[in-house]
Every structure is written in C-alpha cells, then in structure tokens.
C-alpha cells in the first residue's frame, strides 16, 4: 500500500503554517503503521502554484518545503521504516515563469524549441478532448500550446536536446535518493497533432518516449518503481502500464465507486468481471495500481453521499483485491472533499490533527471549509477510540497488511446472491473466498469448510 502525499497539507514542521519535509519526517512512524510500504509525494520541485504542478526548476525543491538536507533526512527516515517513495515529476510542461519558457520567447536556442508557438491561425480551433477547452494561451503577443491553461505551457518533445535534459532531470532526482517516479499527465507528451493542426494523442510515439526514460531510470537504479497517470478508459490504460509496471486503474476506481455509493451488487459483480477479464487479455504484463480516490478527485466520503460505512465498504473491496493499493491522505480519517475544476482545493484540505484546528503540526496554508475544527474528523477526536472511523480504516489496513499475498492473487470467479457479492481468489496460499455485502440490512451464509473473509453487515 502506498500513502499519496500532499506536503503542504500534511504537518508542518517549522511553525509557518505550510506542511513540508521536515514535519512528514515526524510522520513517518504514523504513516508506516497505517501499514503502507510507500510514499507517493506530491510535486516537491519549485512551483509558484499551491499543486506544484507547473514547475519553474526542476532541479530545486521548493522552498517551502525544506532543502535538499531535509529531503536526504526525509528519505533516509522513510528508507529506515522500509518505506519506499516515489516522486510526483510533471515532465509535460513548466510554469511560464521556467528560465525556459522565458528564454525561449525572447527566441534563444535550444528553448525556443522546447516550447509549441502558433504556426497557423487554424491551430487556434484546436480543442481539449474531454471539456473542449483552448489550448493555446497567449504570452505577450505570442500563442504558445498549452493544455493545462496558461499556468502550465506545453513541452514540446519533438527536440532531441529537451529528451536529453528530462534525463539529467530523472538522473537527479534518483541520485537523491527517490525509488521511483509518478509520471504526469504520461499520455500528453505527444497530444498536437502539427499536420492536422488538432489535439490528437500520439500513444505510439508517447510509448517509445517513456520506454526510453524508464530505461535510462533502469540502467541508473535496476529497481526502480515507476507509476503511470493515463487517465482514460482501460484500452488506453493498458496500452501504457506494461512499460511502467504499475498502471493506476482509473477504470476501476470509477466503476467501484458508482456501485458501492449505489449499493448496486449487479454494477459491482459486472466492475470486477470487467477487470478480471481485462487482466487476462492483458496477460498481467503490469500490476493494476488500485486505488479510490486521489488529489483530482472528490474524498471518498464525500463520493459516498456521506456513508462512512459505504466509504468502509468501498475500500474493503479495494484492499482485497490483487494489486498495488494507493491511498489518499486524510482518506483514514473520513475528510470530506468535493473536486471542482474550477476551485480545485476542497479535497486538498489540511489534515486535521487537532480537534480545534491548532498545534503543534498543523498546517494552516488553508482555511478548512468542508472538514471544520470541533467536527470528530481529527485524529485527536478519532484515534484510540474504539468503532471511530479511523480505527475502522486502520483495522481494514491491518487485514491487508498482514495478508500481503492478496497483492498477488488471481479473481478466479465473481458471482452474486442478492446483496451478497462473493469473490473466489487463487493465491500462493490456495484459495480464499470473501463476501462483500452491498445491502442495508444484515445477510447470513453458510461458511463451513471455506476459508471466508466477510465484508458488511453478516
Ligand atoms: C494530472 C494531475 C493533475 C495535474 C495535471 C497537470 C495532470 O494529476 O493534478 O493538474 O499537471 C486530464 C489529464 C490528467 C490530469 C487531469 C487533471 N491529471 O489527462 O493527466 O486532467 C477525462 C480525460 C482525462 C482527463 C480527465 C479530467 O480523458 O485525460 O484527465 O477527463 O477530468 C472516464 C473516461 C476518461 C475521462 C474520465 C473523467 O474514465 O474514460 O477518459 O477522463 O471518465 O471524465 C494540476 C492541478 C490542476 C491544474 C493543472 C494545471 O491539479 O488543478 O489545473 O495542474
């Protein structure tokens, strides 16, 4: 299981409010008993943006994070614990304030390549794909292509020296100590088409880009991990996991949520065939990153109408399937979150250690709107007391960390009986059968001479 990590929101180490490396090193030891095995850390590199997702150095931390020490410390805390972490590296674009970006529209090689300006007024008709936004924003006079919106303008890979330099990028970071990447937004390195002067997605050459950045990984550090972020239906998902090892199965975090949030057994028997039967065309060639949510979604609560015990049940289901889990933070203590592209902050709200919102280690960088002080949420309401959401989802970590080989199993059958989903797994341990009860009221079965796990009210 890997914990995904908004910085700034986690703990704050030095009293300014802000969450940073020195205050997720105290975490450590919470976070290792939560039974994680990995950090997945939000973009550290300097960013004039609160996501850090549009970066103006590559190769510098942002400052309100902490130095390149306290990250070395961080690392070697985590590393101590058996913790891997994998870095967050939007390589798509930079921010327009990027040394590159500047030099580039003053017209200074090779940054002036690295960048796709307007060559044909048609190209301004160019649409997004999934919410026919623009794309292409204007810089003092000049179009430059831009997918994200202004904040971010595009790379533009179609020059050698920009694949060189996203080497030395990749070399840096694992020299520090990373054991591993998150690839950005993998499926929009090659995503304009210049002939047709439309979006298009390149998989194919976007393909032969990342093969060549994982080996390059490769070749520096044999175990490196590596997590694709192809968010589209599940041809597209596979056509890229197999060169990362580790897809995030967005598919599945949908059709999962949409059924247990309508206690839909028949939605949720047909979301895991789908999956199992994906998984098969497949061949397995990579391991399904499962997950719920993440930093671009609605909190699972929240995704659940409110239903803690269906939030309970959907990360049951999630935890005992095969596949390398990812948790978002503050996912344990029941936060409450609602994505809104155009206010995108509600699901990034401080973790809330203190009951009244204040202490040592709190970070403050947010007003809390939808998770407020005196609400039960914090861990000093919730921990330790017995039937508290969070000791739920802690108990629910527990049962997969002490069963590691689910990681590992095949579904070899999915079937229903009314409210009642049961999955039957083939492990290195034989076979495991669990039931899930999607229903409101309580379900009785008959369980003798089956290794059962159960799920719900039974
Ligand atoms: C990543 C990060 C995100 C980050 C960026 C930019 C990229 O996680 O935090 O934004 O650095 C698209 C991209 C993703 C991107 C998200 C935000 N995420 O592909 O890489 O946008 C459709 C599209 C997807 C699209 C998704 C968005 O196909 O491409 O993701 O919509 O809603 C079914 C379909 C599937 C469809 C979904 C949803 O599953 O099969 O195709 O996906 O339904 O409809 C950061 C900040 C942002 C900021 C930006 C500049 O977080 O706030 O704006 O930087």
Known sequence: MFYELYLRSFCDGNGDGLGDLKGAEKKLDYIAELGMEGIWLLPIMQSPAYHGYSVTDFFAINPIYGDLKDLRNFLYGAHKRDLKVILDLPLNHTSPSH??????????????????????????????????????????????YALFGPGSPDLNFESPSLWQQIKEVLTFWLSVGFDGFRFDAAKHIFDFSIEKGICEYQHSRNIAFWKEMTSHCRAISPDCLFVSEVWDDARIVDMYSSIFGIGFNFPLAEDL??????RNAESLVKALKTDMQRFFRSKRSYESGTFLTNHDMTRLVSSMNGDRDLALLALTVLLTLPGLPFLYYGEELGMEGVYDEYFNEEQLEP???????????????????????????????????????????KNILRFRRDNPWLRFTTIKSISRKKDLVRINLHGSKGNAILYHNTGNSRATLDTTGTPVVINGRL
Do not use: M
């Open 99 to 144: 040394e590159w970006f500047l030099k580039a529209l003053d017209g200074e090689k090779p940054y002036c390549d690295w960048y796709l300006f307007l060559q044909s007024e048609e190209w301004l008709k160019a649409r997004r794909h999934w919410d026919n936004q623009q794309v292409w924003s204007n810089y003092s006079g000049r179009w430059v």
């Open 257 to 262: 949520k949409l059924a247990i949030a309508s």
């Open 351 to 393: 973790f809330l250690w203190y009951e009244n919102g204040y202490g040592p280690d709190q970070t403050e960088w947010k007003a809390l709107g939808k998770n407020r002080p005196h609400g039960g949420v914090s861990i000093q309401a919730q921990s330790g007391i017995a039937g508290s959401y969070f000791e739920r989802f």
